[in-house]
């Protein structure tokens, strides 16, 4: 069965330093998701992307945050400086059409910044 | 604005039991609706989603949820619980009206005991 999959399942980084978030959706899949969960709060949209370009992004999204579709498979997030606040676990997302078909989330990654 | 809350953080019940996790939501229009079940270590795993018609849809792993107009509510329930169903649960909306993305609640976790 395909499955989104996203590397590394956990990073810890020092403050300020810049991480990138892997992912590989699904191969037929035209829509990307980031969205992210703090610890023992709700999982939040972070930003959307379609035809090689943002078409949605949330308050959270700031000038720290980028995203790209370097190659055919993958898609990845880019925190610039991280944060302390920045520790949580990210979720990729895909889907063949716009949500209002399935979505395919991946296992998350677990940011811890120190 | 829209909004999703599940008012109970945490339920355990006895494996075999029955098994109600709440769901309200805030939206303006008709909502789409869907469940998601996180088990530890795991991505975010569809059980069932609502758009229109039948207002109890059925999901996988034996859960169907019951869309509530009246009551703003998604509430989703399985007749007997197994152990391996112990997970956290998400309710989510999504947004039709352009922000193109889902809002999640803040999840409930099931405890199963034997």
């Known amino acids: 069965e395909p499955e989104v999959t996203q590397t590394p399942s956990h990073q810890v980084t020092q403050m300020g330093q810049e991480v990138i978030l892997r992912c590989v959706p699904i191969?037929?899949?035209?829509?990307f998701y980031w969205y992210r969960q703090i610890l023992g709060q709700k999982v939040e949209f972070l930003v959307s992307f379609y035809n090689n370009e943002i078409s949605e992004k949330s308050e959270i999204f700031d000038d720290q945050f980028s995203v790209e579709r370097p190659d055919g498979s993958n898609f990845t997030l880019k925190i610039r400086s991280t944060k302390l606040e920045d520790s949580a676990m990210y979720f990729c997302?895909?889907?063949?059409?716009?949500?209002?078909?399935?979505?395919?989330f991946g296992q998350g990654t677990r940011l811890t910044v120190v | 604005a829209q909004s999703v809350t599940q008012p109970d953080i945490h339920i355990t019940v006895s494996e075999g039991a029955s098994l109600e996790l709440r769901c309200n939501y805030s939206y303006g229009a008709t909502p789409y609706l869907f469940w998601y079940v996180q088990s530890p270590g795991q991505g975010l795993q569809l059980l069932l989603k609502?758009?229109?018609?039948?207002?109890l849809v059925q999901g996988i792993k034996g859960f169907e949820a019951e869309f509530k107009r009246s009551q703003s509510s998604f509430n989703l329930r399985k007749p007997s619980v197994h152990w391996s169903d112990a997970a956290e649960y998400f309710c989510?909306?999504?947004?039709?009206?352009?922000?193109?993305?889902?809002?999640f609640g803040t999840g409930t976790r099931l405890t199963v005991i034997p």
């Open positions: 191969s037929n899949h035209l829509y």
């Open positions: 989510a909306v999504f947004d039709q009206t352009g922000a193109n993305n889902l809002f």
């Open positions: 609502y758009f229109s018609g039948d207002t």
């Open positions: 997302a895909s889907s063949a059409q716009i949500m209002n078909t399935e979505a395919f």
